[in-house]
């Protein structure tokens, strides 16, 4: 495994300063960010390190190179829209994005998008379902063509209450992903894994890793407190923001050892990519700063240093 | 306390026997259904084993002779509808029923009229605040013109596609509990509850006994099994349905002697009714015979045989 | 599902006595013991309260006559010898037996009969298998023919130092149980399941009763303590007996509560056998009958006394 | 085992009463109060059911005439002082009513006599125990003599702030019932043992039926419930009554399967015997005469009916 | 939050040699011990880094220069006496120095003080609360007028013989914090929150760090191990070192992950520093080192390296 | 307590290249593999990094200046074979080249030589008893002579169906330590005990630290995943690695903190060194010195990295 971070807390750092910032830290690689150019809709979105509008052989020689020099891999490229968004044309224009990210990824030799199934937050996962086929199956088909894995995160994108009930991401627990991979059945069709949402769903983390070995692309790590005392208050029915806080890794529930022990068991040897969405490592620069060293360090107890 | 049961389980008897029943099973006391004439509109509704429409003192008289006479008692009248429901006509139909039992209850001097507070499920809970403030005053206030405490069942009412997102009733948590009794603050408005959706929607079903002591007015016995595995493929957020199953006290999760325990201890000394909604017992009239054999035996551990 | 008891406490009883015992106790049926008329070669073994050797249309009659006239019913035939047993006599016995039981529950129309697959216990799984198939599939097709079905019970029959490192029983586990059911797949092959074996064996006795709800024909109901202290001691790889001890339902590790509610929803609804093997329990006929009396009170906590 | 009842929770009942009301509740047994005549000086105590005074061979013929009349048998002799009261007069009158007592239990040929220790609860363990050692030497002489075995209960006795910090009785513990133990080797010193005292002090309630096996003379059987919500603002170091609740057998945290589980394969074969100080069922004979039925109907789930 | 530790560890180094120790072994601050010069009256006390008999303006510009240079910090004033002693010059004597004390953390700028409440530990908490308000009302209102926060530690002292039973710190508890803080309703009266002493107390450690969010002022990192065997022989009401051991964070019981996680969203950002009173250890100014070493390497896991 | 490894993992390396890994990964010492030269019979087995055949003062000299060059220590000589063999020559050879390994212990004043009991694993432990003594008598006499503790490693050694049912290496468990340690009252006759077996036998891995403080020689620190899914399946009567998998320290079910926490407080202040089956890690030299890396690094944070 590599231990890296995903690029979308570094929002003001340039692509350089970012692999900059993966080499101070002791990170084997970063997943990029690829939003389009333009203004973030939400926080942890619209972040651009990388531009594929205009990405050709040379953008991607002097990416690697760039990379090369800080001794940072790319672990793959992320977006993260809703591609079933109910306004047909932010539909529209997360489905041409997320080809475009296919298509840089291809260029650039990483074979790794990762990005979310969108949904009609509103309906049902029943009634989300023909559009989800209509809709993916061709952006499989392209990213077969293009030779490129696209792992579909696992978060549900139920935050706010603009999200309710249903929130923006149909991919969200293994009998879900299971009616995905069997309506689609394509090699290049998997998971970008992050525990921390099955742990506040309530599901086991672990077995998932077993069950979808073969589906497992990318990882993402973060985590999750549930608070009981809350969870008390307000069941499970309430907003989920309302009873569980997300974490840096080591500052949760998930076990971490047992997490990479579980994982590297089941053959996976890709990378497992940070994901900062603490708010007490938020405020500052200085702050996020911190939250990536610790959370290196933290890792490094289960993922070793030195490279294979 | 004293032990006794919902008499949804038998539809098809008379009030007699269902007080017969009681008495052969060793119940104390039953709380009658009390639905209008007419058509059931789903599961345990519907039933009409006390006519309020033609409710007198003489009614009454018969009424408590005939369970004296079968040495029952009768915990309090029950109707469980949707008083806020989009459909107007339902709504109303609701609201007045709900104030036709109330009547009843003091014709009866039982004093306690157990219902839903009920919700516009596809609107969130404070979407449907102003409309339950507005239907709900009036009703308190009527039942405290009458001396009858309203107890509000905690029961979510999420189970069929008919009802998601929100459920049937907005009285699910601790926390709405709180909002509603500072909404409307009465002495007759209350809660009859029921610990087992405490357990499947994740909440400590045992601290509320204490923290609203003063607000439990009645109690239904049901019980709850949660099945990890199937919860592990699904998530807290797919319908409750899909992981958890309402079971006989004694077959579910529910520590009953604990909760006996509690319950005595924060100055509760009034009926625990059994509501059966066990599909294993629900096949035939023997088969719920059967249910209310075992529940009364189980229950009779925590809860004495003699009067006090 | 119906309460019943082993016959095997009651050695010295007739059939009637048995019966008579079921009846005093409350139990519903009795599972009959058929061993061949002689000498018991271990405890629990050897007893006879059904005579198969001479049982034909006019037996079966009288014998379904004594059953009705206490209102007991026969849950099914037992007879638990080792078909396997690397002694070619005993095994040969051992097969005739089963044959002659399969015969005689047939005639009864019973139409369930329990025992063990048997094995050779100085020797592994694998080098047992050829002499179980050689053995079992003409069983197996004669039970077809009689229209009976086989339960085979879970006890790995290793208890003392003649029994090392094997048990005289092959059908110990989930694997070897879909081993056995795939190698001779006949619907009239399944198991006589006690839980408590599970328990000891360290495996989860819930999710069979899922995974294996068609095959489950017969259930025994006995628990057991696991002496922490003991197996601290000893480990698992000691012989099983030096960490745990066979004991009445109520006073093991099985949570009959949890069991009852799964197997019921697992749509079993056939005989479950309390089968005593409870030392403190044993002393005498009074103590036994203590047993009866005990286990039949403490499992109506969770199976119903009245008929369906 | 026999099932039992201490006496002290009729303290209005005449001997026959008390008699009667175990028969009428399924007890087999009583443990008989035995205080001097007089006015109580807390609860539960100064209740005298057998009068030692004046109890000759005529006295003791008269009680068991009339125990057998009711089918019950007497367990043993109680009587619960402080014989190491700083206060000189206290403490020797209560020595003197041991002794007393005692000497009843050899008339009446019951062989066993429970009380404490006693302490004065200013003084460490360390500093009560010269005295100890002169007070109990005797006693414990006498008693062999008499041969009644002698069992301390285990209880702390600090409740109140007048009991602070050390309580009224020193054998609360397994390290001080050795040291007790090996200080007067006597196979007439043992333990009348109630696991609720062990739960509350955090120790492990059934270990010590197998470590003390061979001094376990009598059990009483009360239950406790720790209110963590409750210890969490005091901690173990407030006075114990802050955190914890004395409640009826089945109502709190002692597993009383796995209790009887281990307490009968150590051997016991003694009386049980329901003590009763639960608050709630303490306001009316009425009430207590409840918690009599309730314990005998939940016991009975572990102890059989049957005489052995 | 900035990692340090007590310097009280380190009683044969000179203050220079502290923060050499402190960078070293990577810590951000220290909390400097303030005894007044003389002789230790027990383990860890007497240590006197900064001697605030003497300490004016230029000393403390001395002071902060030399942790300057050192790259460290000072987190706080330590000091920590029974100001409630029954022997009233020592009483006197504390309470002078927690004044002095106080003075130089103002004249120095750390603005923190760390201390304890004391008590008369042969009375009950009751009995101490006239004296507490008698001398703790002048040393909050001094410390308000030197605008230092007071942190009280919450550590039982109950160790030795001559502590018992009450120990010589009322401020153990939840409970007794709220009565202490609407006493004396100070912003400068609070905590310096050691979890160890709520784990071996059997209290919730986390809960305190949301209800106490805005009085804790100060964090120990000091660990314990609770031996499950050792309690089982003698139960809570025994000498709490009896059962449980202080150990270094990351070998006894506090989950530091979850504390940090909670500590650090309750808003807290102050200093956590490390006190060392594991004996293993102590043994030599080498071991100390090595725990030093070892505990700031552990807690690097949760808390940053990096300066904010 | 010293962190090491035991140098079977690095089979390829000469004994120069053995103690730079050590020092490059931070190890304060090594376990030195002694088989006699030739060709291995099993996994991690036939490791020769000191060749005891031809081992004299010289020798001994060149190898702790060589040792010392890199800063590195001996924690002792390993040699794990089967004694017990039913193959006499195997039996012979091995217990020749113990004595060998253990001269060669004195010549190095290392003074711990690690090894097996051996098992004839068809027989019984009782059957395996005698020869036990007659081999193992002469050894630890010799031991004695050359003042070196010989410590048996409490490895089950049943993996393959080459090994069943008994495994090779009678020393598994407390019990049967007790009986050796009895049956040979040596203070030269101890355990290198290695935690991991305890965990998947299903034993306290933590008492035996106390209840054997004075035999614990030296400690192997492996770690170990048991597979509830797995067991569930097969249960504890299959063989081991069914259903557990050696793992990494911090990779398992271990809990290190505690592990140390304890071992420490026995008074252990030996060696710890990393075993490493991690079949994950085992690929090639470049994962092995992954696995090295990562287990210092993960370790360090319960054993302090500075020399005491």
């Known amino acids: 495994m590599q231990l890296g971070f995903v690029s979308a807390i570094l929002p003001e750092s340039t692509l350089e300063e970012v692999f900059a910032a993966a080499a101070e830290f002791g990170y084997d690689c970063v997943e990029l960010m690829c939003w389009p150019q333009g203004k973030a809709e939400r926080r942890y979105a619209g972040v651009t390190h990388l531009d594929t509008a205009r990405f050709d052989q040379g953008a991607a020689e002097e990416t690697l190179a760039l990379a090369d020099r800080?001794?940072?891999?790319?672990?793959?490229?992320?977006?993260?829209?809703?591609?079933?968004?109910?306004?047909?044309?932010?539909?529209?224009?997360?489905?041409?994005q997320i080809r475009s990210v296919i298509a840089a990824a291809a260029v650039l030799g990483v074979r790794r998008m990762n990005t979310f199934i969108g949904r009609d937050w509103k309906l049902s996962v029943d009634d989300n379902w023909p559009r989800f086929l209509q809709t993916w199956e061709p952006i499989i088909r392209f990213a077969e063509e293009q030779n490129v894995q696209v792992g579909i995160e696992n978060c549900p994108m139920l935050f706010t209450d603009d999200e309710w009930p249903g929130g923006k991401n149909l991919a969200i627990s293994p009998a879900i992903w299971s009616r995905m991979f069997e309506a689609i059945p394509s090699t290049h069709f998997g998971l970008n894994y992050d525990p921390s949402h099955m742990v506040w769903q309530q599901m086991d983390y672990l077995q998932p890793l077993v069950d979808f070995a073969d589906r497992i692309f990318h990882v993402h790590a973060k985590d999750v407190r549930v608070d009981r005392r809350l969870l008390d208050q307000v069941g499970i029915l309430a907003k989920p923001i309302e009873y569980h806080t997300p974490k840096l890794p080591g500052l949760g529930e998930v076990d971490w050892g047992r997490f990479c022990s579980v994982l590297g068991d089941s053959g996976y040897t890709g990378p497992v990519c940070v994901e900062i969405e603490d708010r007490i490592y938020e405020g500052s620069l200085a702050a996020r700063r911190q939250a990536l060293q610790l959370s290196s360090h933290y890792l490094r107890n289960f993922i070793p240093r030195l490279p294979r």
């Open 70 to 96: 800080y001794g940072v891999a790319i672990s793959g490229l992320g977006y993260y829209p809703n591609p079933l968004s109910p306004d047909a044309a932010e539909a529209e224009g997360a489905v041409a």
